[in-house]
């Protein structure tokens, strides 16, 4: 079954753009012109990824992603023609996976779709033992068969993208990573990630584990990152 694609940007020309090119390589697509709209859509059926404009009509790619993040974990690739890296990491702060700026190839925001695809499916990485399902540190859980995050057996609700980080340091713990293994490690199918992606991404998983009382992440200065206590 081919996966459900959301495209959301007010641009007409845009959309057909990107009709054409992700139907191209077999996904089904809808296409919406504003914010509205795009919430609708994602609340009606099955949607596996959202490419999302951030200057829309009715409501804004930001409030759309803070809507969509309130009971979705469905990956989120942000247009924006707007470069500045501010703009990047509130995007991303909200919950958005990617960040891809306008103009663009379409060859390019397609092999970004495909590599968000590949590590909503793929698990984190494996622990030593391959036979175990679950990744421990503590009261820190990653099960990797369910992509299911807890920490003292309560449910965090981490991206794709977050539980690829926590799984990365999980897998090594006591070791520090740096944003450079880290990416090589959680997105071991995507050589587009930046190093400041991983930095908005460990603050996100910080956040949500602090609402509990936890703080899995450990900040080595001028290095990198490792478990918290590891």
Known sequence: ??????????????????????????????????????????????????????????????????????????????????????????????????YLTKPFSPRELVARVRALLRRTEAPPPAPVDARAAVLRHGPIEVDTERHEARYLGQPVSLTATELGVLGALLERPGVVLSRGQLMQRAYRYDNLITERTIDTHVRRIRAKFRVLGGDPIATVHGVGYKLQGA
């Open 1 to 98: 079954m081919s996966k459900h694609i959301l495209v959301v940007d007010d641009e007409a020309r845009i959309r057909e753009v990107l009709l054409y090119a992700l139907q191209k390589e077999g996904y089904a697509v809808t296409a919406v012109a504003d914010g509205r709209a795009a919430v609708e859509a994602a609340g009606a059926g099955t949607v596996d990824l959202v490419v999302l404009d951030v200057m829309l009509p009715e409501l804004d790619g930001l409030e759309v992603c803070r809507r969509l993040r309130a009971g979705s974990r469905t990956p989120i690739l942000f247009l924006s023609a707007r470069a500045d890296e501010v703009d990047r990491i509130v995007g991303l702060e909200l919950g958005g996976d990617d």
